[in-house]
C-alpha cells in the first residue's frame, strides 16, 4: 500500500486562524471571546480513563478534534479538518462518539474543512436546524441532550473502540492494567499470583516478543504449575506498555468460558462496555484487518474444561482474521499437549499446526542473578551458595521463602537485610504445606504420593524407570490407579499436576509436576508407618527409612520430615533410631574389572557403564560410546554408597532435639549428630536431576574430597552446623573446641565455611563470636593443611 504524505497546519497561527473562522460561521449568535477550546481533553469510560490529544491526531490525519466550551457549559466536539480534506462518515461518528462519550454531554458536534460546516445535534446524530440559532434555541437544545439514551453510549464506545486506536489502545492497556492490580497483592498473600514491585525478568518473554515481532499468530508458553506463566504475560503487558506496535490485553481465562466472552468480560468490566461474545468476535474481526498497533491477546491459566476454548482459539488465529489480532497462551504443558494434538491424537490440530511453543522451567544462571539483584533492592539478601540450590531456581518456592522473611517484624527495620538460606532442606516442606492447603488436591495428591512410594517398592521395573524415578517423580499409571479413583487422575492432569507420556520402556506413566507437595504428602505417609516399622526393630526401621530415601527424588528430606512428622504423632522419637542411622555412615566402594552397572542421565536416558582393569570407565548411550579416562592409572574407580542414612541426619540435626528422661531434658541431640555427620569424607549432598548445578568445586584429602570454601555453603550439614552455631553463639564455645579437636579436615572445612558466613551477621555477639572463632581455632588447624586457597 502506498503512504503518502497529508496536509497539516504548518504553525500554530494557522491552526488558531482556521479554527477562529470556523467559530465565527458556526456559532455567529455567541460571542467569541466568550468560548474556549482544548485541543487535550479526557473521559472516562467505567474504570478506564481515556485521553484524547487532538492536536497530536492532526499530526497524521490532517484533522484535530477539539472541545469548545461557552462560559464553563460544555458547547461542542468539534471536528476540523485541514482546507481541502474532504468530510466522510469517519469524521461525524467519531465526533458524536467523543460527544456522548463525554460526562455533561457536549449538546453539539461540528464537523468541518473551513469551507463546509455540519453542525449535528449529539443525542440524535442529526443536523441541528432550529428556526434562528438564539440563546433559546440552544437552551432547549441542552434540555433535549439529556435525554440519551444507554444504546448511544454503548455505540458511542464501539465507534471509538473499533475506529480510533487513539480510544482503543489505551483503553485496552487500562484494561490490562487493571486486571493485573487486581491480581496483584503484598508478599504475605500467596495466592495472589503477583507481588507489587517484584517481577523477574524472564528469557521466555523477550523469545514471546520476537515471535510477536515476527509476525506468529499464536504463541504458548509451556510449564508446570506454578513455574511463573502468569508472570511472563505480566512482563509481556508491562514491557509493552509504551509500544508502538503491540497493544497486549490481559485475560484470565475462567473454567470454559470461552476467550471471546472473557474478553467481552474483561472490557465489560473495565469500560462499562457490555457487550456479548458475538460483539467481541465482530470488533476483532474487524481491528485484525486494520492498520492498527497489533492487539496480542494474552489469556492466563488456559484450562481443558470446554472445547468452545479450542474453537475460540482456533478461530481467532484463521484466515478469516488478520494478522493485527494474536493470540499467546499461558498454559501447563499437560494442557499444551492436548491442545496441539486431533481428537484421535494421530496428527497435529489447528493450533498445534499454528504455535510456536516457549518452554518455561525453573530460573537459569541468568534469570536467577537478575532475580538475587531484585531481591536486593527489598532488602533481601541469599547467602554464599545458592547459586547452587535448584529449589531456590522455582518461582513460587523463591516467593515462598521471601514472604516468610518479610512478614517478620524485624523486616520492618529498614536498616536490616535479610539473608536467605543457601538451600532449603525441611523449609522447602514447610514452605510446600504453607502454599497448599486445597484439602482436596491434598487428598489426591497423597494418593499419588502413595503410589510412588508404592512403584519404589518395586525392583521388577525396568531398569531404566527404576533410575529415572530416583530422579524425577514419575509413577506408572497402573500402579496409581491403585490409589486414586480415574476421576482423580483426569482431573489432576486437567490441572496440570500430572503429566501423562509413554516411557521409553513402553510403561505408560505420569510425570508429576509438583515434586514439592508429592514430597510433603510422601513425608507424611512415611511418618505414619514409621511409627509401625520402630515397633519391631529401631535398626531395622533406620535400614528401611534409608532405603525408601534413595529410592525417591527429594529422599533425604522427604525422609528427615518423616522423622518429624512421626515424633509430633507419637511425641517422641526412640534414640535408638538416631544411633542406628548415625552407625550407618557411607560406605566407599571399589569397583572390579568388568564391573557392569547404569545410571540415568536426563536428556540422554539410560547409561550403560563398564568399568575396565586399567580404571577406564566406558559408558554407551543413545547408540554411542564413550571413555573416561582415570585420574590415575595405578588407582581402581571407586565410589560411595549408603550416603542416605547420614543425609536424612544433615537436615535432622537442624532441628533443636534432646534426650529426655523422667520427663527433664537430658542432653542436646543435634550437636552431637552434627559432630560425627560432620566428619564425612565425601560431598554429602544429593544429586540434583541438574548435573550442571551438582558440579560444584572441591578439594582432594585422602580420604575423599571436601567441597571448596569459595563455593559458600552447599551441603545440608554445613547448614545445619551455620544454624547450630548461629542460634548458640558463644555459649557454643565448647562444642568447637570439640569439633577441632577431632582433627578432621571435612568437619574443620565444614566449620569454616559455616562461621564464615557468621561473620556478617546483624547480632553483634554472634559476629565476634564467629570471627574469633575463624581466627583462633579454625584458621590454626586448617592452615596444617592445603586446602584454603
Not at 472541545?67 to 481541502?84: D, T
Not at 474453537?311 to 499461558?330: I, K, M, N, P, Q
Not at 522451567?361 to 535448584?390: C, K, N, T, Y
Request: aromatic share 6%; hydrophobic share 45%; with cysteine.
Amino acid at each position: 500500500m502506498p503512504v503518502k504524505q497529508v496536509t497539516v497546519w504548518p504553525t500554530e497561527a494557522d491552526f488558531e486562524a482556521d479554527l477562529q473562522a470556523v467559530l465565527r460561521r458556526a456559532f455567529p449568535w455567541l460571542p467569541t471571546t466568550s468560548i474556549r477550546h482544548q485541543t487535550k481533553f479526557s473521559f472516562t469510560s467505567g474504570r478506564s480513563h481515556i485521553e484524547v490529544d487532538g492536536r497530536a491526531q492532526s499530526q497524521v490525519t490532517a484533522r484535530a478534534d477539539v472541545l469548545l466550551y461557552f462560559n464553563e457549559q460544555p458547547l461542542a466536539v468539534l471536528e476540523l479538518k485541514r482546507s481541502g480534506q474532504a468530510i466522510d462518515s469517519s469524521d461525524i461518528e467519531q465526533g458524536l462518539s467523543y460527544a456522548r462519550m463525554m460526562h455533561p454531554h457536549p449538546p453539539l458536534v461540528v464537523v468541518t474543512n473551513s469551507s463546509d460546516v455540519l453542525i449535528l445535534e449529539t443525542h440524535t446524530g442529526k443536523e441541528w436546524k432550529p428556526p434562528e440559532q438564539s440563546d433559546a434555541a440552544f437552551a432547549d437544545l441542552l434540555k433535549q441532550a439529556t435525554r440519551v439514551a444507554s444504546e448511544d453510549l454503548k455505540r458511542a464506545i464501539g465507534t471509538l473502540m473499533g475506529s480510533n486506536p487513539n480510544i482503543w489502545v489505551p483503553a485496552v492497556r487500562q484494561t490490562s492494567a487493571l486486571v493485573i492490580k487486581e491480581l496483584s497483592a503484598n508478599w504475605d498473600q500467596q495466592l495472589m499470583p503477583f507481588v507489587q514491585d517484584f517481577l523477574i525478568p524472564r528469557k521466555a518473554t523477550a523469545a514471546t516478543l520476537y515471535l510477536l515481532r515476527q509476525n506468529k499468530r499464536l504463541v504458548l508458553i509451556e510449564g508446570s504449575p506454578l513455574s511463573g506463566k502468569s508472570n511472563v504475560l505480566r512482563e509481556l503487558t508491562n514491557q509493552t506498555a509504551d509500544a508502538d506496535d503491540i497493544v497486549v490485553l490481559f485475560v484470565e481465562a475462567d473454567s470454559g468460558s470461552g476467550i471471546y466472552q472473557g474478553i467481552a468480560d474483561a472490557l465489560s468490566n473495565a469500560l462499562s462496555w457490555p457487550i456479548s461474545r458475538n460483539e467481541a468476535r465482530d470488533w476483532l474481526l474487524n481491528l485484525s484487518k486494520t492498520l492498527s498497533p497489533s492487539l496480542v491477546i494474552a489469556v492466563d491459566e488456559l484450562g481443558i474444561g470446554q472445547e468452545e476454548i479450542r474453537v475460540d482459539v482456533e478461530d481467532l488465529t484463521s484466515y478469516l482474521f488478520g494478522s493485527r489480532v494474536r493470540v499467546v497462551l499461558a498454559i501447563d504443558d499437560s494442557v499444551a499437549d492436548r491442545l496441539v494434538m486431533n481428537s484421535t491424537g494421530r496428527k497435529h490440530s489447528a493450533i498445534g499446526r499454528r504455535a510456536s511453543r516457549i518452554k518455561l522451567g525453573p530460573l537459569d544462571d541468568d534469570e536467577f542473578q537478575l532475580a538475587v539483584e531484585l531481591l536486593w533492592q527489598h532488602r533481601v539478601s541469599i547467602m554464599h551458595g545458592g547459586q547452587s540450590s535448584p529449589e531456590l531456581r522455582i518461582p513460587w518456592i523463591l516467593r515462598s521463602v521471601v514472604s516468610n522473611i518479610v512478614s517478620q517484624d524485624r523486616y520492618a527495620n529498614e536498616k536490616l537485610v535479610a539473608v536467605l538460606p543457601p538451600l532449603l532442606g525441611l523449609d522447602l516442606i514447610d514452605h510446600t504445606r504453607r502454599r497448599f492447603r486445597d484439602d482436596e488436591l491434598r487428598r489426591m495428591i497423597r494418593g499419588v504420593a502413595q503410589a510412588v512410594l508404592q512403584d519404589a517398592r518395586d525392583r521388577t521395573r525396568p531398569i531404566g524407570l527404576i533410575l529415572e524415578s530416583m530422579a524425577t517423580f514419575v509413577v506408572r499409571r497402573r500402579t496409581l490407579l491403585d490409589t486414586i479413583e480415574p476421576t482423580d487422575m483426569e482431573n489432576l492432569v486437567q490441572r496440570g499436576y500430572l503429566r501423562p507420556i509413554l516411557h521409553d520402556s513402553g510403561e505408560a506413566i505420569m510425570v508429576i509436576r509438583v515434586p514439592e507437595l508429592v514430597a510433603s504428602e510422601a513425608a507424611y505417609i512415611l511418618g505414619v508407618e514409621l511409627l509401625k516399622q520402630i515397633k519391631s526393630a529401631e535398626k531395622d526401621a533406620a535400614h528401611w527409612l534409608a532405603q525408601m530415601a534413595a529410592n525417591i527424588p527429594l529422599g533425604d528430606i522427604v525422609a528427615a520430615q518423616s522423622l518429624l512428622d512421626s515424633a509430633f504423632q507419637s511425641g517422641s522419637l526412640p534414640m535408638e533410631l538416631i544411633m542406628a542411622l548415625i552407625k550407618s555412615p557411607p560406605e566407599k566402594h571399589t569397583f572390579a574389572a568388568g564391573t557392569k552397572a547404569a545410571m540415568y542421565f536426563p536428556g540422554a536416558g539410560l547409561i550403560d557403564m563398564t568399568f575396565e582393569g586399567d580404571g577406564t570407565i566406558l559408558l554407551q548411550a543413545l547408540g554411542q560410546r564413550h571413555k573416561i579416562e582415570p585420574n590415575s592409572p595405578s588407582e581402581p574407580p571407586t565410589g560411595y554408597g549408603n550416603i542416605h542414612s547420614w543425609l536424612i541426619l544433615s537436615h535432622f540435626a537442624g532441628c533443636p532435639s534432646a534426650i529426655e528422661k523422667n520427663g527433664q531434658i537430658d542432653a542436646r541431640v543435634d550437636p552431637m549428630v552434627l559432630l560425627d555427620v560432620g566428619t564425612c569424607p565425601i560431598v554429602l549432598r544429593a544429586v540434583s536431576a541438574d548435573l550442571e548445578m551438582s558440579a560444584i568445586m572441591t578439594h582432594d584429602i585422602p580420604e575423599g574430597e571436601v567441597v571448596c570454601e569459595q563455593v559458600g555453603i552447599v551441603e545440608p550439614i554445613t547448614l545445619s552446623i551455620w544454624r547450630y552455631l548461629g542460634s548458640t553463639g558463644p555459649e557454643a564455645e565448647d562444642w568447637l573446641e570439640e569439633a577441632v579437636e577431632r582433627n578432621s579436615w571435612p568437619l574443620l572445612m565444614r566449620l569454616h565455611i559455616a562461621l564464615d558466613q557468621l561473620v556478617n551477621s546483624a547480632n553483634k555477639d554472634t559476629a565476634a563470636f564467629a570471627r574469633n572463632a575463624v581466627k583462633r581455632l579454625i584458621e590454626p588447624a586448617l592452615s596444617k593443611t592445603s586446602l584454603l586457597h
